[in-house]
């Protein structure tokens, strides 16, 4: 199954000590060559890395997120899709990063993922359309 996987995923695919790596992993073996991400949910990964309590060093941070690519394809996200995240999240009344998610979102069902795996799935609903949301847990993933 096509499957979206945003920078939280990705974070926790990267950070071993991560209470949520083991089931990251599973679901990038899940996916089986059919996970994908975007060039945002790269650059939100780095900034979450380098800014962790213990933050990782910018240059290792960087080899770490270049190190994704060739297990995960990455799609660039048009100005469409971004143009597409300020509207919707606009029409809904919401403010705020909440735009950082409805863009992932939008990038998912931009590049015809038919599932999106996050840690915060409240927020992908909003702009999930008929696409699954699937929150990553500590111990797998939870489809409502």
Do not use: W
Not at 34 to 45: C, I, K, M, P, V
Not at 53 to 74: D, F, M, N, T, Y
Request: aromatic residues 6%; proline residues 3%.
């Amino acid at each position: 199954m096509k499957t979206y996987l945003d920078s939280t995923v990705l974070v926790s695919l990267l950070c071993v000590q991560s209470r949520f790596h083991r089931a990251a992993d599973a679901v990038l073996a899940e996916a089986a060559g059919r996970a994908f991400t975007s060039t945002h949910a790269l650059a939100e990964t780095y900034r979450t890395l380098t800014t962790l309590r213990l933050p990782i060093p910018p240059r290792i941070a960087c080899q770490l997120v270049e190190g994704l690519e060739p297990s995960i394809r990455v799609i660039a996200i048009s100005r469409a899709v971004y143009a597409s995240a300020l509207a919707e999240t606009a029409r809904q009344g919401l403010a705020g990063p909440i735009v950082y998610d409805a863009v992932h979102c939008l990038a998912a069902l931009a590049g015809r993922a038919k599932r999106v795996v996050t840690r915060n799935a409240s927020h992908f609903r909003l702009f999930a359309g008929s696409m699954d949301v699937v929150e990553l847990m500590e111990r797998g993933i939870d489809e409502e």
